[in-house]
């Protein structure tokens, strides 16, 4: 096999691994992929809102059942002919009287603190409603920006890509497959030169019965780096 052919093809190969880098490593890619997070997060966090909102809906309903039961006791109360009872009876009243002012200054502590919590999650709520907004236009515009890149970027990939095709044909298939083999492992590049008696990828000194073979086969592969090491 010529070397030159394959050294032509890793050349114009690595004019394609160029571009395909250009789109992975594209900003706007990483932006909006970080976006699909922020997105979820904000999703999440008010489906957790939601249900602390039902808890705190629940809790409102406890405290007015109490508060109708208290009610109602301070009906009875307010009912009671004071001059008709005894002296006993009188104390009575006034202990349930003063139980009852006791019980609906609690309630009226609890349902302010309810208020309280209402309004921090009303607040949240009004926080994550924004963050989702801002993320989900981000995602979009530079999406939108990552697809038009990507739409000039892909026909000349897809062109280069028929070219380096048609070089194939002159290659030994067991050293190309090795090739598209490394390059998928995303090894660049995957031939290199002897350099010196060392592998011209990772420098690692050959042993001379290997440097025998190479200089034979004109290849070799790296034992170390996996590389394909050309003599020429
Ligand atoms: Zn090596």
Redesign the pocket.
Known sequence: MKIEKILEYQKKDFDIIKLERQLENNEDKKIYQSMIGVVKDAQNKSTSLDKEANALIQEYKNLEKTYNENLKSCGVVLNTKLDKISENDLTNVSTVASDLINNMSILEKKLMYLAERVNAILSEFENTKKRYNVAKQKYSAHKTAYEKKQSEIMPEIEKKRQEIKKLESGIDPVYLAKYKQRRADKMYPVL?PLIDK???????ELPSASLQKLKENGFLE??????I?YFE
């Open positions: 290199v060392t592998c011209g990828g990772c420098r690692m790296c034992e170390h780096c996996r590389r090491i």
